[in-house]
């Protein structure tokens, strides 16, 4: 079936650790997203990609970084610098046009001990 | 800024009763409009779309909205809550003319069923 995929479901690791969370798509979708998760502050946008090779700053990138070598993959790598990291993290994709739907994953739980 | 206000982080409803979840957008410029519902600990599903072709939009589950210019409002209705309704929703804009398909997200609204 076609969809999201994210992975690992459950993160936790220790202060001062990188750490990469998976986002795989077979929907074929050019646009993908990363968007952090916090209680009572809906969805904020971390970063996303219209296309391969290519991705912009969304309104909390700090502290974060991606790669977009592959359309079907969107990793996202949350660095030491990040200050708060403990969120769930949600992947999306969308085929690219105004107005289009996202398709989201089951998200990512990072805990930082 | 251009933004999207829910009214109402929390919503208690009975099993039956009319649910009725508020949604506000800013802009006079009339956007595309989406519902989204998300359970626990798992992603977000589209609810409902608006994209201009009529102001009634019908989506699953029973849930319908409406969108009205005037009163800037996309408000998400479904006229009997059942006990599986119990979720958050949350009500997005895309802005604008433009490719990004970039949306904003209101702060969602958690819809309880009571028995």
């Known amino acids: 079936d076609g969809g999201i995929t994210q992975s690992p479901k459950y993160l936790f690791r220790k202060e001062g650790q990188n750490v990469t969370l998976s986002c795989e798509q077979n929907?074929?979708?050019?646009?993908m997203y990363w968007y952090r998760q916090d209680p009572g502050q809906g969805l904020r946008l971390i970063y996303y990609?219209?296309?391969?090779?290519?991705?912009q700053k969304g309104d909390i990138a700090e502290g974060y970084s991606v790669s977009r070598e592959k359309k079907e993959s969107f990793p996202l790598t949350v660095t030491s610098a990040q200050k708060n990291p403990t969120a769930f993290y949600l992947c999306?994709?969308?085929?690219?046009?105004?107005?289009?739907?996202?398709?989201f994953g089951e998200g990512s739980r990072l805990t930082v001990l | 800024a251009q933004s999207v206000t829910q009214l109402g982080s929390h919503v208690s409803v009975s099993e039956g009763a009319l649910v009725l979840l508020r949604c506000n957008y800013s802009?006079?410029?009339?956007?595309?409009l989406f519902w989204y519902v998300q359970y626990p600990n798992q992603g977000l599903q589209l609810l409902l779309k608006?994209?201009?072709?009529?102001?009634l939009v019908k989506g699953i589950n029973g849930f319908e909205a409406e969108f009205k210019k005037s009163e800037t409002s996309f408000h998400l209705t479904k006229p009997s809550a059942h006990m599986s309704d119990a979720a958050e929703y949350f009500c997005?804009?895309?802005?604008?003319?433009?490719?990004?398909?970039?949306?904003?997200f209101g702060q969602g609204t958690t819809l309880q069923v009571k028995p």
């Open positions: 802009s006079s410029v009339p956007p595309y």
């Open positions: 997005a804009v895309i802005y604008g003319s433009g490719n990004t398909g970039k949306l904003i």
């Open positions: 999306a994709s969308s085929t690219q046009g105004q107005g289009g739907e996202l398709f």
């Open positions: 990609s219209q296309i391969v090779n290519d991705f």
């Open positions: 608006y994209t201009s072709a009529a102001t």
């Open positions: 929907l074929n979708h050019d646009a």
